[in-house]
């Protein structure tokens, strides 16, 4: 059964904090992505990667970085958490294969942030 | 005008019902369009993906593309309590490398 696994399910930070999300899959999908979610504006990708040490800015990068040393892990790092960035983030993978945006995406269950 | 336009419900409707979900779109070029099926505090799923115009069917579920209005929809039919969740729908062009999703609708299906 295919899984993509997110590390903390829910966290609480203080403003200010380094926060590292993890995410993790296990089918050797070559494309892998990070997007939050909110109520009223659905699915924003944040930053996506097609290959070990790439990444690509999504449509909100601003306050995240992402790093990729490992085919199957992604991990999303907030340098300063702020409150406007408590939100659900989603980890998600695809195979590789053209054209990459047409896809299906495999999530993971999600990782609920709140900054204080 | 956001690129791809979904009513956010709820909608609630009893078990047995049919329920139309639909999403409207501004990007002609859109050619990929897909369903996805998000269960409370779990991550979203596919549920049906279609190429183009046409109709799609799988079981009790049916997703619909007319492109000429920039519309597409996601029947279901003899409704189910487990089929309450949010159904978001998304769409991307081959010269993308992203999905656009919309808001999402949420569905209640009481017994």
């Known amino acids: 059964d295919v899984k993509v696994t997110q590390s903390s399910r829910y966290l609480v930070k203080r403003t200010g904090e380094k926060v590292f999300l993890e995410c993790v899959q296990d089918?050797?999908?070559?494309?892998m992505f990070w997007y939050r979610q909110d109520p009223g504006l659905g699915l924003r990708l944040i930053y996506f990667?097609?290959?070990?040490?790439?990444?690509e800015k999504g449509d909100i990068p601003e306050g995240y970085s992402v790093s990729r040393e490992k085919k199957e892990r992604f991990s999303l790092i907030l340098e300063s958490a702020s409150t406007n960035q408590t939100s659900m983030y989603l980890c998600?993978?695809?195979?590789?294969?053209?054209?990459?945006?047409?896809?299906?995406?495999?999530f993971g269950e999600g990782s609920r942030l709140t900054v204080l | 005008q956001k690129e791809v336009e979904q009513d956010p419900g709820p909608l609630s409707v009893p078990e047995g019902a049919i329920v139309s979900l639909n999403c409207t779109y501004s990007n002609s070029a859109f050619q990929y369009f897909m369903w996805y099926r998000q269960y409370s505090r779990k991550g979203p799923e596919l549920l049906m993906y279609t190429y183009s115009s046409g109709n799609k069917e799988d079981g009790r579920f049916t997703a619909q593309v007319d492109k000429s209005s920039k519309y597409i929809s996601l029947f279901i039919r003899d409704s189910q309590p487990s089929d309450s969740a949010t159904y978001l729908c998304a769409m991307s062009d081959y010269n993308t490398d992203k999905l656009i999703f919309g808001t999402g609708t949420r569905l209640q299906v009481f017994p």
């Open positions: 990667s097609y290959d070990v040490k790439m990444k």
């Open positions: 089918m050797d999908h070559e494309n």
């Open positions: 998600a993978s695809s195979p590789a294969g053209a054209p990459r945006g047409t896809g299906e995406l495999f």
